[in-house]
């Protein structure tokens, strides 16, 4: 991540959900606010369009769009149900908090300090108001905890919670990981969680994924972390969670009645919802 900027990867999914509210039939997920976040260059080519074959891209286009449509459908349950909190984790530039349409329901997003500030200023130019129910919570890593940040921010650590954690654990460290789903599992009241993660990298030609993670770390955005299902469930069921659900992305795409080519398990992202409760 550059000073003063979002991350190029951050840039780079909210670019494929505005493309994916005009290119892709049917839509999977309505974001009428990502083409103007995403700016002008949404529609533009960039280092990681190169060269990919179409095929792919658009299938990796579609589990972008259908994880969101995933986290919302995650979040109204958890609402229908009492909870009242929902924290966006790595949020960059995610337009979650500015789509909701739950009465009193706090929305965090938690963000390095310099993407948020960018954020802020890219909402001021677009026109899109910051609501009352959204609080930011600046955490720079290097010097703080998520605990401490959200903590600052005021979670309440007794009421439900959502978490929202969107195309960041590959990035991140194995501890790391741990540490924020051990955070999560902690929470006073019931939690719920959904994030992604990718099975360790194969060395199939076929496999575009390696592909994908050679352009991320040109960019200075390596993948870190790799898991398998059964590595994510016994870390997570250790953790404390109680309830654990894992979709491939093909699975999770049919679910929403859009068909894509089948891969294996191993060769494609993997979204999971997991919850205390």
């Known amino acids: 991540m550059r000073v003063g900027e979002p991350s190029s990867t951050a840039m780079a999914v909210a670019r494929a959900r505005a493309q994916h509210q005009v290119v892709d039939e049917p839509p999977v997920f309505s974001d009428p606010l990502a083409s103007r976040i995403a700016g002008e260059s949404a529609f533009g080519a960039t280092e990681f369009d190169r060269g990919v074959d179409e095929d792919l891209a658009r299938r990796r286009r579609l589990f972008i769009a259908a994880r969101s449509r995933f ?24 337009t979650s908090a ?4 739950h009465e009193n329901v706090r929305f965090f997003e938690v963000d390095h ?25 600046p955490v720079d890593f290097e010097q703080s905890t998520l ?70 770390a040109a960019v200075g955005e390596p993948w870190l972390s790799f898991f398998t299902a059964e590595e994510i469930r016994s870390a997570l069921l250790s953790f404390g969670f109680t309830r654990v ?4 992305a093909t699975e999770l795409l049919g679910g929403y009645g859009v068909e894509t080519t089948a ?3 191993d ?11």
């Open 71 to 94: 986290a919302d459908d995650v979040v109204a349950a958890a609402v229908a149900r009492g909870a009242r909190q929902v924290v966006v984790l790595g949020a960059g530039l995610d």
């Open 98 to 101: 500015y789509r909701n349409p």
């Open 113 to 137: 300090p310099d993407t948020q500030e960018w954020k802020r200023r890219r909402l001021a130019e677009t026109g899109i108001a910051i609501p009352p129910s959204l609080t930011f919570a």
């Open 147 to 216: 605990a401490a940040g959200l903590a600052a921010a005021g979670l309440d650590r007794t009421g439900d919670a959502v978490f929202v954690w969107l195309g960041v654990a590959v990035y991140l460290t194995r501890t790391s990981v741990d540490d924020t789903l051990r955070y999560i599992a902690g929470h006073g009241a019931a939690a719920e969680v959904v994030f992604d993660y990718v099975y360790p990298l194969s060395d199939a030609a076929a496999d575009g994924r390696r592909a994908r993670a050679d352009r991320v």
């Open 245 to 248: 659900e894992d979709h491939t």
């Open 263 to 265: 891969q294996p398990v």
């Open 267 to 277: 060769s494609v992202p993997h979204l999971v919802h997991a919850s205390t409760v």
